[in-house]
């Protein structure tokens, strides 16, 4: 930096070249800055096609969506709205968003409750045993989460829980998801000690401590993990297919196999329209906390 | 001050001389109880959800337990089928060939677009939210239904194709093709990698770039002598969780094959034939669980190899090397 300007202020009184040879090299910098513009913005308009045509095919009768390249529709209709609306096998469709709406936010809740109070253990309390449950923890965020669906569904399934939502909930609410607890912990590592060594010395215990000090800094990695878990679980398709059986307790993920599986290829703007409303509480969830999302994503990968 | 604290010690009744000895472990073993007691929610979840279900999964494999009949003890039966068992040697194959061929296009795509965006003043955070987006709702099902009418006979890619009268047909019938739809899906999830090497990118001092260029080096050597090595920890970062994700791909497979993973298994990846097996007509699911544990002993091997190896290319500043 330093150098640069040294260079450029001895320059400048020489002679006028100088000068027009900066401002040609800031207009060839100005050209490839707009070349550059030009080149993301395309690949921004191909990242965005794929939603853009799931959200234009939505309005579409749906012999229209079959071999149409254009995006603007000849014709649009809320038909498609309409069938999605009424559901499938007499459900519908708001008893499934209901149904994913429970879970999601029960996720979000078993999730911020669970693991920051586990988080706290592992961050600010010296115990016998914390760095080896520590280390499993850690060990536990690479795990493939097929190694335990079986014998969990044969535990959930000898217990009567099977066609409930005890199987989906039960693990948020027990801090499975070691991401979370992780997140957590590395966010309660850089919050000052001092802060709860002076409420120590006042007198405090270790859940005033928590719930006075701790959890009200937290509230950035709170948001950030129930956004997460509440996204998690809105998209997840695995762990309800394998334990709801009853149509009228599934959530929309299952409704939409259900709804492909059914109309195949005979009714495309149905499909489309239900996709478009299964995603909508996503993106819109996705636009209002986008910072909180991305900047998550950001330091998770720094910290790890 | 310490006339009071002293006065205060004096008038309690259990003896100022006992008191700083008596006050050590009983404290610690407050800690103790208190430690554990915070813990408990993770430790129950891990005791009854991870731990247990990994050990009765691993007794498992050597079932064949079903669901109702109950299982009895065949030994390593089940292992030396699996590998007699041609769908799932094409699942191994297909699943594989998605972690080889997918992860380092989505890892390069990813680090390509976060070094245009990097050192960008205008415009960086909007076009990082974009990017990132399809990262959150690629795994869904919705996107699963768009990615099979687009790809599908007559839909839009195929009208693209047959524009240039290359391919026509569909891709998601035909089984030379459904691998790279697939893997398309995983590119166009470059998203979440790329916000964690703009991350890294940001903690690279511009001193280094300015230096190297004062000294000459181009921007191909400024890429592979400075970018490079700084970013090596973000990069084996994102190799790991990626190449682990990958082999965990369902929602997308399931919808798009209509859950059978063909046409002729080219869409089998290893996780849908676990479900089929352990959760489909059979319900064995002592195979399924030889299966689930190939698979985490496949994953522990990878990191493992990961890891060792990164000490030969990954640097870690600090470390004087």
Known sequence: MSATILTDGQAAPAADPGAELRRRAKRRRAGKTLLLHIGILALAAVMLYPGVWMLLSSFRPTNEIVGQTGLIPDNTTLDNFRTAFEGIGGVSFWTFFTNSMILAVGSAVGVCLSCSVSAYAFARIDFPGRNLFFSLMIGTLLLPFHVVIIPQFIMFNEIGWTDSYMPLLIGKFLAAEAFFVFLMVQFMRNLPRELDESARIDGAGHLRIFTAIMLPLMRPVLATASIFAFIWSWNDFLAPLIYLRTPDKYPLPLMLRQYTDQTSVSDYGGQMAAAVLALAPVLIFFILFQRYIVEGVATQGLKG | ?321
Not at chain 2, 136 to 160: E, H, Y
């Open chain 2, 1 to 321: 001050m310490t006339v009071t604290h002293e006065a205060s010690r004096a008038t309690r009744a259990g003896g100022p001389a006992r008191r700083p000895q008596n006050k050590r472990p009983s404290r610690r073993a407050a800690e103790t109880r208190a430690g554990y007691a915070f813990l408990a929610p993770w430790l129950l979840g891990f005791i009854a959800l991870t731990a247990g279900p990994m050990i009765a999964s691993l007794y498992l494999a050597f079932t064949d337990y079903h669901p109702i009949r109950g299982g009895e003890w065949i030994g390593t039966e089940n292992f030396t089928r699996l590998f007699d068992d041609p769908r799932f040697l094409d699942s191994v194959q297909v699943t594989l060939t998605y972690a080889i061929v997918g992860t380092p296009i989505k890892l390069a795509a990813a680090l390509g677009v976060a070094m245009l965006l990097n050192n960008r003043k205008r415009g960086k955070g909007t076009y990082r939210s974009l990017f990132y987006a399809p990262s959150l709702i690629g795994a869904s099902v919705s996107i699963a239904i768009v990615w099979k009418a687009m790809f599908n006979d007559q839909g839009i890619i195929d009208d693209i194709g047959d524009y240039f009268g290359t391919w026509n047909g569909g891709w998601v019938g035909d089984p030379g093709r459904t691998m790279p739809m697939m893997i398309l899906l995983a590119v166009w999830q470059f998203g979440a990698p790329m916000v964690i090497f703009l991350a890294g990118l940001k903690q690279i001092p511009n001193e280094l770039y300015e230096a190297a260029q004062v000294d000459g080096a181009g921007p191909m050597r400024r890429f592979t002598r400075i970018t490079l090595p700084m970013l090596s920890p973000v990069l084996f970062f994102n190799l790991v969780l990626e190449t682990i994700n990958s082999f965990q791909v369902f929602a997308s497979a399931f919808i798009i094959s209509g859950g059978r993973g063909g046409p002729a298994n080219s869409t089998l990846f290893y996780t849908l034939y676990l479900y089929q097996r352990g959760f489909g007509q059979g319900g064995q699911l002592g195979y399924a669980a030889a299966m689930a544990w190939l698979l985490v002993i496949a994953v522990g091997i990878i990191t493992l190899i990961f890891f060792r190896t990164s000490r030969y290319w990954v640097h870690y500043s600090g470390e004087g090397r």
